[in-house]
């Protein structure tokens, strides 16, 4: 595969930006390659800069459920840019997606748009300090929350892959408003909220982690995280970034029939433009400036571009019955495909999966939380990333990252993507 394009693209963005990216992972580092520089997207595909085509499974790391350059939305998106980008002001359309949103996630009764996801789960833990005078919060080893000061230990695969320590320039204070408990293992939460009576906040948690690898939660496990944060009166905040609108139409909490308190959202709710939102219970919601004293802002807001590939995404699935029912049938077919190829070869890896997210992990070992994940061995991994890469299947460069399949891939991807599946395994082996 010639990359030399890309390769002298990388080298020109080093003398300009850290590491050459304007987000670590793209950088490739752990897989020992230059990133490639991709130039245009469509359905399930991806072109880089020499020429190549790849069958995508990082679908922009989650916002793209329906594919690449979806026409409807692209359509969109040109007619809102016609009548402005942005006004700072009221527009309907903030309106529109707050109920559409709502529809979808019933737990939601009031919601605030933000740009992205790390500035929703931010708000979201200014806001439930604000709520019950309380300062810590509990959030799960190898679970990301976005880059806030707060969220940046064991914080799951950004730092992980890169095996950076807890980030530099996070306060020593901050860092100890924030705990660590195992995920799936509910005594490790019950015993930090026993350490700190009355002192919790709120648990933080992806209740369907996708940022260790696809590991999902236990409904057990969930509920009685429930359970506990209401005789505690402890807000439950759901981080559905990644696996809003993704794993269910409801996401995680309709999957698991969990309630939380807040939910933070990103990704698809955007459209493949920055959004991100925060919402739920409207007593607590209702405490955001202006209606009440916790303040939070944002310049680009809500602005209408953002609003209109949000809207016209969620409106094609909500248009559609069958979305998520199509969309995971196809995914059954993948990963029976991924399990037939595994025992054929007599490999013995893990394959976790939750409706279209998905992650191999190199190791024998069941993967429930971050310690079983880190059991996987990277550099299997690293050079079964390169020979699929090699035979044209894009997918995230790293093994502490979950997959994503839109509804753009076709059987023929899937097929091509299983080929290329066996013949990287037959290497490794
Ligand atoms: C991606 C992600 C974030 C951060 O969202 P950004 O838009 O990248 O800031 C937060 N939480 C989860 C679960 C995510 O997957």
Not at 16 to 39: E, Q, T, W
Not at 246 to 262: F, H, I, K, S
Not at 281 to 291: S, T
Request: hydrophobic residues 35%; glycine residues 10%.
């Amino acid at each position: 595969m010639d990359t030399t394009i890309s390769s002298k693209l990388f080298a020109e963005a080093q003398q300009h930006m850290p590491g050459g990216v304007n987000s670590p992972v793209r950088a490739f580092k752990s897989v020992g390659r230059d990133p490639l520089y991709i130039s245009r997207a469509k359905g399930s595909k991806i072109y880089d800069v020499d020429g190549n085509q790849f069958i995508d499974y990082i679908g922009s790391w989650g916002p793209m459920i329906l594919g690449h350059a979806y026409q409807s939305v692209i359509d969109a998106v040109k007619t809102a840019a016609e009548d402005g980008t942005s006004f700072g002001a009221s527009c309907e359309k903030e309106i529109e997606l707050a109920k559409l949103v709502k529809k979808f996630v019933p737990s939601i009764q009031i919601i605030r748009m933000v740009n992205s996801g790390t500035e929703a789960t931010m708000s979201a833990l200014r806001l439930a300090r604000g709520f019950t005078g309380r300062e810590k919060i509990i959030k799960f080893e190898g679970c990301y929350h976005g880059h806030g000061d707060s969220f940046l230990s064991k914080a799951g695969s950004g730092v992980a892959t890169l095996s950076l320590p807890d980030s530099p320039g996070v306060t020593r204070s901050t860092a100890g408003d924030t705990l660590n408990a195992k995920y799936n293992y509910i005594k490790s939460v019950y015993d930090l909220i026993e350490q700190n009576k009355g002192g919790i906040a709120a648990v933080f948690i992806e209740p369907v982690a996708g940022n260790m690898g696809c590991v999902a939660a236990n409904t057990e496990f969930l509920q009685s995280l429930r359970d506990v944060c209401t005789s505690e009166g402890i807000l439950l905040i759901f981080d559905e970034v990644m696996s809003g609108f993704r794993v269910a139409r409801g996401g995680a909490q309709e999957l698991y029939g969990v309630t939380p308190d807040l939910t933070t959202f990103g990704k698809i709710i955007g459209g493949g433009l920055p959004v991100g939102a925060y919402g739920g219970r409207r007593e607590i919601m209702n405490l955001i400036a202006p209606a009440g004293p916790v303040y939070q802002a944002g310049t680009l807001s809500g602005n209408p571009l953002a609003m209109t590939a949000g809207i016209e995404t969620l409106r094609i699935i909500d248009d559609d019955p069958e979305f998520y029912t199509r969309l995971s049938n196809s995914c059954e077919y993948l990963y029976e495909g991924f399990r037939n190829n595994l025992s054929e070869l007599k490999l013995a890896y893990t394959l976790n999966t939750c409706g279209s997210m998905f992650t191999l992990f190199f190791t024998s070992d069941v993967v429930t939380d971050f310690d079983s994940a880190k059991t996987s061995d990277t550099a299997k991994f690293k050079s079964y990333f390169g020979r699929m890469l090699d035979n044209g299947v894009y997918l995230p460069p790293s093994q502490f990252e979950a997959c994503f399949t839109s509804s753009a891939h076709q059987k023929e991807d899937l097929d091509r993507t299983l080929t290329a599946n066996y013949l990287a395994l037959l290497e490794r082996r």
